[in-house]
């Protein structure tokens, strides 16, 4: 795409505007770093066009307190005080998980899981976010605790203009034919390499 324009113009009846503001299905995967970093720095444009932003993070503990969550936090209060931006939340699984029981075992996690796709559902159908961060939502796909099937219906049918961004690896076929921006992370160099763990500011 040089210049930032498509290489072919399909002749599907839509104008140039229609086309652009055409909502996004992206999916972030593959083995290396930097699939959650990509879709916050998405979030942060769309925050600054005003958009309402939904994040909700999969896997990670409720007890691990990621520095993009303090600045999204952040730039939520300072909607609400200024109107700048747009409104914020953040749900996290497990623990953090505002429509789940602290739970402990595997079955315990997966009907989690399914209880977060289902209030995520919930929201798609009454538009209540103008872009989703669903972080590392590949897991419980891959893992088989939530219908990719289902996700990927829904995601095809969600009213709108939402966008939705999905990080993790192993994302599964069905979900990524059903992308229109798909991203494989691969590697060609890390610090762990040569032995070096992560750490303050670029890791967390």
Known sequence: ????????????????RQRRNRPILAVHTGPMKGKSTAAFGMALRAWNQGWAIGVFQ????AKWRVGEEAAFRALGGLHEQTGQGGPVEWHK???????????VSD????????????EIKRRLAGERHDFYVLDEFTYPLHWGWVDVDDVVTTLRERPGRQHVVITGRNAPQALLDAADLVTEMTKVKHPMDAGQKGQRGIEW
């Open 1 to 16: 795409m040089p210049q930032g324009k498509p290489g072919v113009v399909p002749d599907d009846g839509l104008t140039t």
């Open 58 to 61: 999969f896997v990670k503990s």
């Open 93 to 103: 699984m497990g623990e953090g998980w505002s429509w789940a029981r602290k739970r």
């Open 107 to 118: 079955a315990d996690h997966a009907e989690s899981a399914r209880e977060g796709w289902a």
